[in-house]
């Protein structure tokens, strides 16, 4: 069921300004994606870089880390509604890195630790039977640690402040 997403970047910001988490927000335009997915075979796949793992080509490719990168998704639920007992959990494995979380053009919240799992109390706001609409907004990383309290260790300071996976 969440196989294929949308994905599209924007300037820090942009994507909240113009609501992207809104679920009348055109998104006709943007790339699939499936997910678990990768940025940057999406961006290969419709020629918009060029394999970053060869030659010099991952410079050409910095520019990805100071964008906010939007993966959406909407799908129609087949579930009954909730007993008054239920709670329903959102449950996101291994999101990568700085995120904030919609579902039906409510904030849900955000989780910043790719190691851990985020996870929401969404039976207020799904919709049994209807359509619902996720949409994730990942935050530039070192963006987001800037303004990060603790000073430390060696030449990538930043780096300490991130649970995030590293590129090999």
Same mark, same amino acid.
């Given at each position: 069921m969440f196989d294929l997403w949308k994905l599209q970047d924007f300037a820090p910001g942009e994507g909240l300004a113009r609501k992207v988490f809104t679920e009348q927000f055109d998104i006709s335009d943007?790339?699939? =994606?499936?997910? +678990?997915?990768?940025?940057?075979?999406?961006?290969?796949?419709?020629?918009? =870089?060029?394999? +970053?793992?060869?030659?010099?080509n991952e410079d050409k490719c910095t520019w990805m880390?100071?964008?906010?990168?939007w993966y959406r998704i909407s799908f129609d639920s087949e579930d009954e509604p909730l007993r008054q007992d239920e709670r329903l959990l959102l449950v996101f494995e291994g999101l990568d890195t700085f995120v904030t979380i919609w579902l039906n053009g409510e904030v849900l919240g955000r989780h910043a630790n790719m190691f851990s799992e985020a996870v929401f109390d969404v039976s207020r706001l799904w919709r049994a039977g209807g359509q619902n609409t996720l949409a994730l907004c990942f935050h530039p990383p070192l963006q987001e640690i800037e303004q990060a309290p603790f000073k430390s260790w060696g030449r990538n300071t930043e780096r300490v402040m991130m649970r995030k996976a590293q590129l090999c």
């Open positions: 943007w790339i699939n =994606i499936t997910a +678990p997915g990768d940025v940057y075979q999406a961006l290969i796949e419709v020629g918009r =870089i060029e394999d +970053p793992f060869y030659d010099r880390e100071e964008r906010e990168w």
